[in-house]
Nanobody
Framework: QVQLVESGGGSVQAGESLRLSCAASKNIYTMAWFRQAPGKEREGVAGIDNYGITSYEDSVKGRFTISRDNPKNTLYLQMNNLQTEDTAMYYC?????????????????WGQGTQVTVSS
């Protein structure tokens, strides 16, 4: 079994920053951040493979940065210049293989989520 635990969410004003963390119980090849706003489907935000190759959803490019610390089994999402449209529950996810990164149905393991709320 693999356990994922997110932290770092909170309430901020537009233009501010947050850094999310995901602590994993072991190393997994591909990890990603997804988010889900009320009334909408869960969407891929950013992903990273075991060697640091990254993928981003278009709306967060230039603002968000995904990274991982493999010796610590920890995933991060640095979110800068947050906007109200970024408000959502953010989930950490992992899968053992490579291939496509931002398709939610491909992921085997999920965290419980951490809430990010951005106010204008």
């Amino acid at each position: 079994q693999v356990q994922l635990v997110e932290s770092g969410g909170g309430s901020v004003q537009a233009g501010e920053s947050l850094r999310l963390s995901c602590a994993a119980s072991k190393n997994i090849y591909t990890m990603a951040w997804f988010r889900q706003a009320p009334g909408k489907e869960r969407e891929g935000v950013a992903g990273i493979d075991n060697y640091g190759i990254t993928s981003y959803e278009d709306s967060v490019k230039g603002r968000f940065t995904i990274s991982r610390d493999n010796p610590k089994n920890t995933l991060y999402l640095q979110m800068n210049n947050l906007q109200t449209e970024d408000t959502a529950m953010y989930y950490c996810a992992a899968k053992p293989g490579g291939g496509r990164v931002l398709e939610r149905r491909d992921y085997w393991y999920w965290g419980q989520g951490t809430q990010v709320t951005v106010s204008s």
